[in-house]
């Protein structure tokens, strides 16, 4: 898998067949991604920063029912007028980051999507709070615990909501992985093994440089593998033991290479997870079972999905982006009260507790560190 936000979405053939929407419990069915959603009015979102992957979901919102962009913030001038070419925005909507805080005034704008660098996330959540508008802050949430309780208690305060950037929650593949979980079909869960990583490529890239990004592959794409772990047994992990390999101490100086870890839940069951930025082909998410199991791959890039069960090879629709499903269903939650699929700043609270004990436990020489 490549960089989230790098990336390029290469999709061919025709829509699958999808599983009848009687298959689902009723919190499911309510954000199900493959219905189009309706409401009587739309989110209308600005994206902060807009880089490739602002680019990724501005794209993907050309096909979104309800939530729109309308606008976005940068610090280049030049990006405005291709920008609202481009995607048919109004310039009135743009913004650079020394004049944030006049969004609060425009009543056309009814919620932010932070896309800048990890370290960036809490300030301009903090910031889009105080303004009163809702908050969609990419993932990893923060660089720290700290600042992630910071972010959800200062959206609480405003009475805003915020939401992190796990487009997966809304995707069909995981969608259907965690309704065979909750029905009982796959039984007691015995073990999960979960890992996601590319080849990192330019050196210069803000990913590798510490103040930015906070951490190296855990950050950016072990994320997915902690988080995976987590919906695919539908526990909190409560211990985990780490390592790093580092093959390439010049380029990954900062941040790190190679993490593998295990991650212990109450019942009992261990995930092995790993994650990297020195190889590819490396994107897993495999569910075990007493009675069946999960297994997807790819199963966490930007598409097309791929998996199979102990019923058969899985068959969802793979011809919408992601973000698309992603922003028509934070909208629906939004405007229409729908049951949030685990997107939530507490959602995002509990992945960074789990990182910040990674990174303990490799600092610890692979000890056990509770989470």
């Known amino acids: 898998m490549k960089s989230r936000r790098d990336f390029l979405l290469k999709i061919g053939g025709s829509a699958l067949t999808l599983p009848l929407v009687s298959a689902l419990t009723p919190a499911q069915a309510a954000v199900l991604p493959e219905t189009s959603p309706v409401a009587d009015k739309q989110l209308r979102v600005v994206l902060v920063g807009l880089g490739s992957y602002a680019e990724r979901v501005a794209t993907a919102m050309k096909d979104c029912k309800i939530a729109k962009l309308v606008g976005g913030v940068t610090g280049t001038p030049e990006k405005v007028g291709k920008w609202s070419d481009k995607f048919g925005l109004d310039k009135a909507n743009f913004y650079d980051y020394k004049d944030f ?15 800048l660098p990890n370290s960036m996330h809490h300030e301009y959540t903090l910031r889009a709070a105080k303004m009163g508008k809702h908050v969609i802050c990419e993932k990893p949430m923060s660089v720290s615990v700290k600042q992630a309780q910071e972010m959800i208690a ?7 909501k915020l939401y992190i950037g796990y487009r997966l929650h809304f995707e069909p593949y995981t969608r259907e992985l965690i309704r065979m979980r909750e029905s009982g079909e796959l039984g007691k869960i015995m ?9 990192s490529g330019n050196p210069n890239q803000w990913r590798l440089k510490k103040a930015l990004a906070g951490g190296g592959a855990l950050m950016d794409v072990g994320i997915y593998c902690i988080n995976g772990a987590r919906y695919a047994t539908g526990e909190e992990p409560i211990w ?12 990954f ?3 790190d290479e190679t993490v593998t870890w295990q991650m212990g839940f109450p019942s009992g069951v261990i995930a092995s997870c790993s994650t990297t930025y020195n190889f590819n082909n ?3 998410l495999y569910v075990i079972g007493e009675k069946g199991f999960v297994e997807l791959g790819p199963a966490f890039g ?27 269903g934070m909208a629906d939650c939004i405007l229409n009260g729908k049951p949030e699929p685990n997107i939530s700043g507490e959602e995002g609270l509990k992945d960074m507790k789990v990182i910040e004990a990674i990174y303990k436990s490799i600092a610890a020489g692979g000890k056990k560190v509770p989470v």
Not at 101 to 115: G, H, L, Q, S
Not at 191 to 199: E, I, L, P, Q, S
Not at 305 to 324: N, V, Y
């Open 191 to 199: 073990h999960v093994n979960t890992y996601d990583g590319f080849k």
């Open 253 to 255: 100086k900062e941040v």
């Open 154 to 160: 200062a959206c609480k305060k405003a009475n805003v």
């Open 101 to 115: 805080e006049k969004i609060k005034d425009n009543p056309n704008i009814d919620a932010v999507y932070i896309t």
């Open 282 to 284: 490396f994107e897993r």
């Open 302 to 328: 930007y598409g097309p999905m791929k998996g199979r069960t102990h019923k058969g090879e899985m068959s969802w629709d793979t011809t919408k982006m992601h973000q698309t499903w992603q922003m028509d």
């Open 240 to 251: 985990v033991s780490a390592e790093e390999a580092k093959t390439d101490p010049i380029k």
